[in-house]
């Protein structure tokens, strides 16, 4: 099924962008809220023990461009397996910061984003229509 695919990338990327969504106050404006969570609300649960994201106001900066960045990426099939890639780790951080969603919420998309990772963007996505360029374009040569 040629849309397979295309719906586990939307499935994965939904949950991301909606969160990205809710952490702008405007073009480049993080809102209060979001720079709170990372200054005072989220830390990393290791061995125990709670520790402080480390940089919190760069990596809330760095954290919601991903969000809003990355899904976009993949509902387009465009570097899908590197957007998959790097969903894959913010799940494992998201994971660090909220130990008790592995089962509702993380074990899903890191399952998701490993699939992607593996069978890659599917028949319908941008990374198909360049491959398909440059095998033509190869052919020709």
């Not at 005072?40 to 809003?68: Q, S």
């Not at 130990?99 to 593996?118: T, V, Y």
């Amino acid at each position: 099924m040629a849309v397979a695919p295309l719906f586990l990338r939307a499935a994965l990327a939904v949950p991301f962008f909606r969160s990205g969504l809710t952490r702008w106050d405007g073009f480049l404006q993080l809102s209060d809220s979001t720079v709170y969570l990372f200054e005072e609300e989220f830390k990393l649960h290791i061995f125990g023990a709670e520790y402080g994201l480390p940089m919190p106001d760069a990596a809330a900066y760095l954290v919601a461009t991903a969000e809003l960045v990355l899904p976009v990426l993949l509902v387009l099939g465009l570097a899908t397996r590197f957007a998959a890639l790097a969903m894959l780790v913010m799940t494992g951080v998201i994971q660090l910061v909220v130990p008790d969603g592995w089962a509702n919420f993380h074990l899903p998309w890191a399952s998701m984003a490993i699939s992607i990772i593996a069978l890659g963007a599917g028949p319908v996505s941008v990374d198909r229509l360049v491959a398909q360029r440059f095998a033509s374009e190869a052919s020709r040569q």
